[in-house]
């Protein structure tokens, strides 16, 4: 609260300087008494009044953050610019947002959530918030919290919301634990039912009690969705601490080569320096850029068994593919028409007759010509190695790209793991594939 205190005054006072008029509020879970000993987060709204334009916001209201923040702030976007910075230990959000009652469209998409701390306040109970407390808990520990794009999981509303629909957190386990493919939670019974989901597309569907056009539960993704349902279902078949801290294995480098070995499986990594770019935006970018780098590998007949990128945020990311294997053998097999079209086979005749990266044929296979095409790249790294630095991925990535980049494979991936010793147990755990909860 004395730095929650140290940056209201530092506001006020500039608010007051500017003939500025707004209020500041602290919100989130400390402001609904729902926070975990392990989270170290304070969120501050400044509240303009009723009728501020949004480009006010962004201009003024963001002076406004930055003045709180003191040195070392950074500019954070989910849907609306806000301010990030550590005070004091704390990682603070300081957040521009314009006063709405019920019922009133938001100017931005966080005007809600003063709404959202009235309504929650009014729903729990002290039983209730550590059930609260319990449920974000468990859900970090099977790596299904936070609404952020990085993890596309369930931000700490949609926890109180589910307590508050369920009653308790055994209640929610239990109620997941028999979700299907797709789950309509309507607390205040705004829809007739099979309505909600004409409206909306996801998973899971919660109809969020201060606004019945929003589904507060949109950023969940399918995965996290279906990993609570099996964790639930798991848990309360055989409880165990390790749902809410699990014990994370011993990994070094060696081990990771030993499970490359083990599995029979190749593995790439590509490293590239981090754009600067605030967190949701940055991972909206990775994510588009991994699946062009896993796209490139495919288009080449490497086949992709799995993959995930990693980054600390501030100088390194790196692209983690798993493939069935490193090297293809030098020819393709193409199929071409059926002998008795004449004109397709004559076409394909003549284009196939003189090339030079001809392997074998053409010949009659069955009913068809086939002809076997020597490939441009056999090689995983090398296909990367040439390709990658000209593959169309993310503006702000490729120019990280075009400063340089490396790529290790199998067994380079100790030299990776030596120089960025925080990459072990990342790929330790993309190899083991199993969850640490699953006992």
């Not at 080569?257 to 029979?264: K, M, S």
């Not at 970018?285 to 501030?314: C, H, N, P």
Request: proline fraction near 4%; charge should be positive.
């Amino acid at each position: 609260m004395r730095v929650v205190d140290g940056i209201k005054r530092n506001i006020e006072r500039e608010a007051m300087a500017r003939g500025l008029k707004v209020r500041v509020e602290v919100e989130g879970s400390l402001a609904k008494d729902t926070w975990i000993a392990t989270d170290r987060d304070i969120d501050l709204f400044i509240i303009f009044p009723r009728g501020t334009p949004k480009d006010a916001l962004k201009d003024v209201g963001l002076q406004l953050a930055k003045s709180g923040a003191g040195e070392g702030w950074r500019l954070g976007f989910a849907e609306h610019p806000y301010v990030e910075a550590t005070v004091g230990g704390y990682k603070v959000d300081i957040v521009p947002s314009v006063e709405i009652g019920e019922g009133e469209r938001p100017v931005t998409a966080v005007d809600r959530t003063p709404l959202h701390t009235k309504f929650v306040l009014s729903k729990l109970d002290e039983r209730m918030r550590d059930d609260v407390r319990l449920l974000k808990q468990f859900m970090k520990g099977v790596g299904v919290y936070g609404a952020e794009l990085k993890v596309g999981g369930f931000s700490g509303y949609l926890c109180e919301l589910l307590v508050i629909n369920y009653g308790s957190f055994r209640g929610v386990l239990e109620e997941a634990a028999k979700w299907r493919g797709r789950t309509v939670i309507d607390y205040m019974k705004y829809y007739r039912e099979g309505e909600a989901e004409q409206v909306f597309d996801s998973p899971l569907i919660i109809i969020d009690p201060v606004d019945r056009r929003r589904n507060a539960a949109a950023a969940v993704s399918i995965q996290c969705y279906a990993t609570f349902i099996a964790a639930a279902g798991r848990f309360l078949e055989k409880p165990g601490i390790e749902y809410f801290f699990p014990t994370k294995e011993e990994a070094d480098a060696l081990k990771v080569l030993e499970r490359i070995r083990e599995r029979g499986v190749s593995l790439v990594a590509v490293k590239v320096g981090c754009p600067k770019l605030p967190s949701d935006v940055l991972w909206g970018e990775i994510q588009r850029s991994l699946m062009k780098t896993a796209g490139l590998l495919e288009r080449y007949d490497f086949r992709v068994l799995d993959q995930k990128a990693w980054s600390d945020e501030e100088k390194h990311l790196v692209f983690i593919l798993e493939l069935e294997s490193r090297m293809l053998r030098a020819g393709k097999i193409r199929q071409g028409p059926k002998v008795w079209y004449h004109e397709d086979a004559k076409r394909f005749l003549e284009k196939h007759l003189r090339r030079e990266n001809v392997l074998a044929g053409p010949s009659i296979r069955g009913e068809r010509w086939h002809v076997e095409l020597r490939r441009k790249y056999t090689d995983a790294k090398e296909l990367l190695k040439r390709e990658f630095a000209i593959l169309q991925m993310s503006k702000d990535v490729m120019e990280e790209v075009k400063k340089g980049f490396e790529v290790y494979v199998d067994e380079e991936i100790a030299e990776l793991c030596a120089k960025e010793p925080r990459l072990v147990e990342e790929i330790h755990a993309f190899l083991r594939k199993r969850p640490l909860w699953l006992k």
